[in-house]
């Protein structure tokens, strides 16, 4: 009995002090990450290039949507584009135009207006000279009338006179020569009264002659105002067709965006069209293959799975009692069912911020009242180590038998 308890007591302390610093679990799988690829348009598959379990690299082709209707849709892309383009040169050689008889009328009429403004000055002033000449004129009548007035006065008194002298020489009183001196008298006076009705009317003459030179020149004036008015209305509408040219711009700036908007359109069918061939999005294992020839498959189902097998993990589900000296970093040893003879080593990577029930499908709401404690699980990620995985077909699903050392318990008291 002695010789048993001395052979036993060893074994039981080895194995009290593994127990201490180990916890294990067999609930525990390996874990990958699985990908499902599903076509990003609607469509009828043509071609399909990989059979189930087979390896392929990331990008490989998969399968084959007829491109037809794309094709279509990329063509009256194409054609909205050039079209567009066109609209867009149009505009611009518009503006251009306009821009060049905007100026060239602006610059014309602005001389036009110019020329008319100063004809009007130069009427206006020759008006002004030729009233001054009318008022002279008519100043020149008034003397000449005036004259006439006194040589007609005067042609009354030698009329008067010579009578009385004819009269006297008759009767013998005055002499014969006192008489010709009256007659002589007279002559003169009638001659000086015929000069001043001559002048009189040569200043009526000047007088009418400078009044229809007057009136032309008022005329010139207001043909030179209308020509000045008629100039401002060509530069008001020259300078109006400087808003046709901001219009113009505008078209452009119109016309512009409608390019850059075919354009886009011509790249989301271009990208459409892209999306008819399905390519592997990682490197991995195809998996669930559901797609066939002719099959027609809607945009975001997925037709089948690619599976990475150089990325998998365990994930070990510890009792929540088995967790108080977990730690991301501490050492693993795994037990593969499908390898009994090998044991895999690798490295807590990170805990689950919750339990397997809380993330459930309907997980437990203990505020009802019927709470029964249960001892809960808690994923664990377990990192495998490349060198040692590598060369064995591990694959997501299986069996695993998890063991992680933890910290020694009186070294933890001690932190």
Same mark, same amino acid.
Request: glycine letters at 4%; charged letters at 20%; a neutral charge.
């Given at each position: ?29 390996? #874990? ?212 046709? #040219? ?56 997925? #037709?089948?799975? #690619? ?109």
């Amino acid at each position: 009995m002695v010789v048993l308890l001395g052979l036993t007591l060893p074994y039981g302390w080895h194995l009290w002090q593994y127990y201490r610093t180990h916890e294990s679990t067999d609930d525990a799988y390996v #874990v990958g990450d699985i990908v499902p690829v599903s076509p990003q348009v609607n469509g009828t598959i043509v071609a399909v290039h990989v059979v189930d379990n087979q390896a392929v690299a990331a990008g490989q082709l998969l399968a084959h949507l007829d491109a037809r209707d794309f094709e279509v849709r990329v063509k009256q892309g194409e054609a909205a584009v050039a079209v567009a383009t066109a609209n867009l040169h149009r505009a611009e050689l518009e503006v251009q135009l306009t821009q060049e008889s905007t100026s060239t009328e602006t610059a014309r009429t602005s001389a036009t207006l110019r020329s008319a403004h100063i004809a009007t000055q130069e009427a206006q002033q020759s008006t002004a000279a030729a009233e001054a000449r009318v008022r002279t004129t008519a100043a020149a009548v008034a003397a000449a009338a005036a004259e006439v007035d006194l040589w007609q006065a005067r042609l009354d008194m030698a009329q008067a006179e010579f009578a009385r002298m004819q009269a006297l020489h008759t009767d013998g009183v005055v002499s014969h020569q006192q008489f010709e001196t009256a007659d002589s008298a007279l002559k003169a006076a009638q001659a000086q009264w015929r000069a001043s009705q001559q002048r009189l009317a040569q200043a009526q003459t000047e007088v009418e002659r400078a009044r229809v030179d007057v009136q032309g020149r008022r005329q010139a004036v207001e043909r030179s105002q209308a020509q000045t008015a008629e100039a401002q209305a060509m530069l008001a509408g020259a300078q109006a067709n400087r808003q046709n #040219v901001e219009i113009k711009q505008a078209h452009v700036e119109t016309a512009r965006a409608l390019v850059q908007q075919a354009q886009a359109d011509l790249e989301a069918a271009r990208l459409q069209r892209s999306y008819t061939t399905i390519h592997a999005p990682v490197a991995g294992v195809i998996a669930r293959k559901r797609v066939e020839v002719g099959q027609v498959v809607q945009a975001g189902r997925p #037709v089948l799975a #690619v599976v990475p097998l150089e990325h998998i993990w365990v994930e070990a589900n510890f009792k929540e009692t088995q967790l108080r000296h977990m730690r991301p970093g501490q050492y693993a040893t795994l037990h593969v069912d499908a390898y009994p003879d090998r044991v895999f080593t690798g490295t807590i990577d990170s805990l689950s911020p919750g339990t397997g029930s809380v993330f459930s499908l309907l997980p437990p709401e203990n505020a009802t009242g019927n709470f029964v404690k249960v001892v809960q699980r808690l994923p664990i990620k377990i990192l495998l180590d490349p060198p040692a995985s590598s060369s064995f077909a591990l694959r997501p699903g299986m069996s695993v038998i998890a063991t992680v050392t933890t910290r020694d318990r009186a070294a933890e008291a001690r932190r």
